[in-house]
């Protein structure tokens, strides 16, 4: 699976849009770009994923760049309960890394009044 | 519909001995994997179950072994424990096949060995 890098930390203030990257500047073409954030000390939540598109779905927005070299996450309204880990993953959709999610060290989001 | 669950939500065990956890996945899932959480760090992948068979191992000794059920329920036992295994261990439940298979987490089983 490609390698992800992303910024240790972020802050932002409570209902302006959250905007978190990840490059993942050697994705090949059958990998997926996940994201995931763990609050502490509790299992990770799986927020979105995408191939190419951008996605939308009830909790954020993905933007994948045309090349697929990188990403950015947006939460449109941050809250303080969005402060979190914040994990970019890419995975495989075949092959011998098809199951595993391999985690980096991710960003840590805070969320200020 | 309910998510992930594991049992038991905390553990203290002693250098040595054994310990099992539980798993149980989402509805309508087939497929288990298991991850390791240590302090401040990332969670590293186990292995995955699918059929009652291993699929896929990380980089763990063969003190980690895992079993899946019928019901594809799963458990995770760990061997002649040692103080580093002392962790947040992570259950994630997906459906086997098709280009992606996203996974669950439950959430976890905190661990500490003495």
Same mark, same amino acid.
């Given at each position: 699976d490609a390698k992800t890098t992303q910024p240790p930390s972020m802050d932002c203030a409570e209902g302006r849009a959250a905007n978190l990257p990840c490059n993942? @500047?050697?994705? @090949?073409?059958n990998e997926y770009v996940y994201w995931y954030r763990q609050i502490h000390s509790q299992g990770p939540q799986y927020i979105i994923h995408g191939l190419k598109n951008n996605e939308t779905n009830e909790m954020a927005s993905l933007i994948i760049t045309e090349d697929r070299k990188s990403s950015t996450l947006i939460l449109p309204h941050a809250t303080l309960r969005d402060t979190a880990v914040y994990y970019c993953i890419v995975k495989g959709g075949?092959?011998?890394?098809?199951g595993k999610l391999t985690f980096g060290q991710g960003t840590i989001l805070t969320v200020h009044p | 519909d309910a998510g992930v669950t594991q049992s038991p939500t905390h553990l203290i065990k002693t250098r040595g001995q054994q310990v099992t956890l539980r798993c149980s996945p989402k509805s309508g899932h087939d497929t288990v994997s298991w991850y390791q959480q240590a302090l401040g760090q990332g969670p590293q992948f186990i292995f995955q179950y699918y059929e009652e068979e291993e699929r896929q191992r990380g980089?763990?000794? %063969?003190?980690f072994s895992g079993h899946q059920f019928p019901n594809y329920s799963s458990e995770l036992n760990v061997n002649?424990?040692?103080?580093? %295994?002392s962790a947040l261990y992570l259950c994630a439940s997906s459906l086997y096949g098709g280009p992606t298979d996203t996974q669950y987490f439950g959430p976890g089983t905190r661990l500490t060995v003495l």
């Open positions: 993942h @500047s050697t994705i @090949s073409g075949g092959g011998t890394s098809y | 980089n763990f000794p %063969d003190r002649a424990l040692l103080l580093g %295994d």
